[in-house]
């Protein structure tokens, strides 16, 4: 079975990049025809989507997000990384790291088959 766990710093200073790392076993990333997607949830808020790369290496991000976002893998470590620069305390949250097959409703987070146990960034100096 498809298992997904988050891992990165859990404090991160105001204008710096937050970068956490999905690692994915029980499933290739690469798999036709799956999607894998940054997810967060601020204190007392739902959860809120923010990118996804897909099976073929395709990003697409939040459009309020899309400046400040990066998402990149590493297929040989079966690996998918965020980066969120430019950091206020407005970005703490808990980071989820999730996936689905196929391409609709990739902004609903409540379509993900798949999740990390998520891991708690807060933005502070």
């Known amino acids: 079975q498809v298992q997904l766990q988050e891992s990165g710093p859990g404090l991160v200073k105001p204008s710096q990049t937050l970068s956490l790392t999905c690692t994915v076993s029980?499933?290739?990333?690469?798999?036709?025809?799956?999607?894998w997607s940054w997810i967060r949830q601020p204190p007392g808020k739902g959860l809120e989507w923010i990118g996804y790369?897909?099976?073929?290496?395709?990003?697409y991000y939040s459009p309020s997000l899309k400046s400040r976002t990066s998402i990149s893998r590493d297929t040989s470590k079966n690996q998918f990384t965020l980066q969120l620069s430019s950091v206020t305390p407005e970005d703490t949250a808990v980071y989820y790291c999730?996936?689905?097959?196929?391409?609709?409703?990739?902004?609903?987070?409540?379509?993900?088959?798949?999740w990390g146990q998520g891991t708690q960034v807060t933005v502070s100096s």
């Open positions: 790369i897909a099976y073929s290496g395709n990003t």
């Open positions: 029980g499933g290739s990333i690469t798999t036709n025809y799956y999607y």
């Open positions: 999730a996936s689905k097959k196929y391409y609709s409703d990739y902004v609903n987070p409540l379509k993900y088959t798949y």
